[in-house]
């Protein structure tokens, strides 16, 4: 059986979907240990495919360095669809890639929200009906996708609101990239938080 698996998508695949899979993936590490990485699978892509193959831009991999994540390993990709349907949830940096996302694959329309939305959404979720946690891929996998389908009963189709988006940091200061790697990390607090229960 596969982990719960995050697509995180935004333009170019090199700052802001990449410091929000490696920030997603130091969280998890904090909260799990090690065996973070086999329970829940964190990637990422972007609508262009103009970078792909390239690194992390410097002042990302600087903010994701800098809050315990290894931005060395990343490389950028381009979206293909066949990533959209092997993730249990897609989070995107802005509502228009949530539509160049459901132009490419539909299907993926109940699975898929802007980031920020999504971390807003989890308030409203109750935690006991999900599945317990236990440590072990399916136990988080099955307690995962229920999340997600909680956040989306939730949404209840709204779109979403100001705010939810993130910001393209490209060209801008660090601080402005330190600004978006904080709006990032409290997103990603409340998925962490319910995910491992």
Not at 51 to 56: P, V, Y
Not at 156 to 173: I, K, T, V
Not at 177 to 183: I, V
């Amino acid at each position: 059986m596969r982990p719960f698996t995050i697509l995180h998508v935004c333009m170019g695949n090199i700052c802001r979907s990449p410091m929000a899979e490696r920030l997603l993936a130091v969280r998890l590490r904090d909260e799990l240990g090690p065996v973070a990485d086999e329970l829940v699978h964190s990637h990422g892509a972007g609508t262009g495919f103009w970078h792909e193959g390239d690194r992390m831009h410097a002042p990302a991999a600087r903010q994701v360095r800098a809050r315990g994540g290894d931005p060395d390993s990343f490389r950028a990709r381009g979206l293909d669809p066949a990533f959209l349907l092997e993730s249990d949830l897609v989070l995107t940096a802005t509502a228009e890639q949530v539509e160049f996302v459901l132009d490419l694959e539909p299907g993926v329309a109940h699975s898929t929200f802007v980031l920020g939305e999504f971390g807003r959404l989890l308030a409203g979720v109750d935690a006991t009906a999900l599945p317990p946690f236990e440590p072990t891929v399916p136990a988080v996998a099955k307690r995962g996708r229920a999340l997600v389908a909680a956040a989306d009963a939730v949404r209840a189709g709204a779109w979403p609101q100001a705010g939810d988006e993130l910001d393209d940091p490209y060209g801008r200061s660090d601080e402005f990239f330190g600004k978006t790697a904080d709006q990032v990390e409290e997103s990603i607090a409340p998925l962490v938080r319910l995910l491992v229960g």
